[in-house]
């Protein structure tokens, strides 16, 4: 069966000498695996849209489980990405956690979204980087079925507090009073960050990139989401590392 959808290349992996084994965020099928023929040959019409970031209009074909890529016209390369080593470093970094959190089997359009703005933000600048990542890591755990509860506090219902305490296991949070009798790793959030955390889980996509935070709250931020993101998953990620590397530089 043929499909037309719209995708972007999450990861490339050689398979042979000729041949790519591709993840791909699409429209319509979410988080895929297809086999690209040839595309590892330089002068292959698949070689240049098969890419890490690649965003094309594409032709699959499936047999049961199995995709191949026929057929894309690429859209966007992001090329601006990739003339900054940190940009491009960030951009592998939402792919892996995109190739994890992403929706599978069913319509990833939603998510897709995400992504690309995401990437569009990056490229342009028009939010730093420090913001970007734990609006990524957040907004996707999010999507994905890890909502955490921001509400309120988890012990007397309060919105907000003078200290407020945020429970990376089970994505709650705690006044200060309650998490003294409640165990458990936990942050302490500042003011700025509990608002950009609630802001980046609720606000409509149309609102969502529309934010600031202060300089204090940046750290916290950051720590908290990838912290939550790391319990959530379970796991490392590569991609993180290599950031982190470049970063700690700066
Ligand atoms: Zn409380």
Redesign the pocket.
Known sequence: MQIKTKGIILKELANGDDDKLLTILTEDRGVIFAYAKGARRFKNSLAASTGLLCYSSMVLFTNRERFSLDHADTIEQFFGLRQSVEKLALAAYFAEIASVLGPKENDGGQYLKLLLNSLFFLQNDRLPMELLKPLFELRSLSMAGFMPDLVA?E??G?YE?EQMAFYPVDGTI??G??SRKKAGIHIFLTKGTLAAMRHIIYSPIEKLFAFTIGSDSIKILNDTTERFLQSQTERNFQTLDFYRSLTALL
């Open positions: 506090c012990g007397c309060c507090a705690c006044c009073e309650c």
